[in-house]
């Protein structure tokens, strides 16, 4: 079946730095979401993608669906202690909506 | 405009006891989602619906697990019975059609 492999696994970074994380896959897909989750909550959503080569900030958070169609990357820039959480990318091909394993970042002031 | 609503929030049973998840849609969103998430893992679709249709259950262990839809809205999730290896956060979440899926908070489910 389809498979998202996100990395990195984790990351530690200092306050105001860029974090850079990616999804890929061997399979084709028609969208991709980022999600954030905190503790104890649902996953929320951050930037959805529709097209190939697309490009979609949403404040701080830019995110590029590949032209491949196979792979997505986030980027946030100048980090602040409230990124810290789960973030998860999301890619939805047949109909089905099926999840990467996370990132999880941690962002020390 | 309200969000997926889910409840219980948490539930503690025993293994072999059965217990039920019911979720919420927003308005107007004919897919709804069920997912699965053990700790430090991404959630794992278990079903997903389009109005009161079953569209993919293919992950669904059907010999324990059960899901309903009844007049396209509102869904519940049974395990019956329940096993330790389920204790995880089942997640419910909708979306227009094939566009941006919104969650719920989420019930955390611990066998013991």
């Known amino acids: 079946g389809q498979q998202l492999n996100q990395s990195p696994q984790s990351m530690f970074i200092q306050e105001g730095e860029d974090v850079s994380m990616n999804c890929t896959s061997s399979s084709i897909f028609n969208t991709w979401l980022w999600y954030k989750q905190d503790p104890g909550e649902g996953p929320v959503l951050l930037i959805a993608l529709y097209k190939a080569g697309e490009l979609t900030s949403n404040g701080r958070l830019t995110a590029q669906f590949g032209i491949t169609r196979k792979d997505s990357f986030l980027n946030i820039s100048a980090s602040i202690p409230s990124d810290v959480g789960i973030y998860f990318c999301a890619g939805r091909v047949s109909g089905k909506l099926i999840f990467g394993q996370g990132t999880t970042l941690q962002v020390k002031p | 405009e309200a969000g997926v609503a889910q409840s219980p929030r948490y539930k503690i049973i025993e293994k072999r006891q059965s217990v039920a998840f019911w979720c919420n849609p927003i308005s107007g969103h004919a897919t709804l989602y069920w997912y699965q998430q053990i700790l430090g893992q991404g959630p794992k679709l278990l079903i997903q619906f389009q109005n009161n249709g079953v569209v993919d259950d293919s992950q669904l262990p059907k010999d324990r697990f059960s899901a309903e839809r009844l007049k396209g809205v509102d869904s519940t999730l049974k395990i019956q019975p329940a096993k330790l290896e389920d204790s995880a956060v089942y997640l419910c979440?909708?979306?227009?059609?094939?566009?941006?899926?919104?969650f719920g908070q989420g019930t955390r489910l611990t066998v013991v």
């Open positions: 979440a909708s979306s227009r059609g094939t566009g941006e899926a919104f």
